[in-house]
């Protein structure tokens, strides 16, 4: 049945207007646009975003919404380089007042009530994360279920890490902040050693570390069922 919503979504483009961008590091850019009073989600599904304001070869593509359902703003966080995609071009000359269509939300990239879950992510894979954690922060459905966040970043520039501390602090959270795969590994272990195949287990961040990671998790005998992916590539 998800599917078929999903599918119902994604052909419903909603037009949403960029109200400011901002630049989080060196080579990462947020940006905010208007929500629709009718638009919803679930924290962790991602949106297809369309450029409009010009024609280019590939306009639509795929962006985590790293702002929760309870905000008044669908925001996307991605990374833009130097020498940026025809796309990624096209978003940087948004203005506010301009405007991007939206298909979605979709994907199943979401907490489960009643479990413990352990949340790992990779560089600018933690914009599904951050829209989960505002949103099991808000709702306070978290109280009694063990949920920690271990974010792996070498850079290390940590995007949202005052906001993370902030969310963490009165909804008992645990977060930590890596900047080494030898680290992950290690806290990986202490949190599998203690929930099994009974936890949850979510990643997100570049395709060839959301592999990895789900490697050594089937590794320790966890089942795919308990395992879901958010892998990201280059646009």
Known sequence: MSFFKDMISVFRKRELTLIESSREAEDVHTFVFTKDKDLTWTAGQYGLFTITHKKIKNPTKPFSI???????????????SDNPSEFKQAMLELQPGMKIKMGGPVGTFQLEE????????????????????????????????????????????????DELNAIARPASIQIDFLSSREELEQEMVKFITQHKDQGKYFIAGPKSMVESITTLLQNHNISKKNIKKDAFFGL
Request: aromatic share 6%.
């Open 66 to 80: 790293a702002s929760a359902p309870t905000e008044d703003v669908v925001k996307i966080t991605t990374r833009i």
């Open 114 to 161: 009643g479990t413990p879950s352990l949340l790992v992510a990779a560089g600018i894979g933690i914009t599904p994360f951050r829209s989960i954690l505002k949103e099991l922060a808000a709702s306070g459905k978290q109280a009694g279920n063990p949920t920690r966040l271990l974010y792996l970043d070498s850079k290390p520039s940590y995007l949202f890490q």
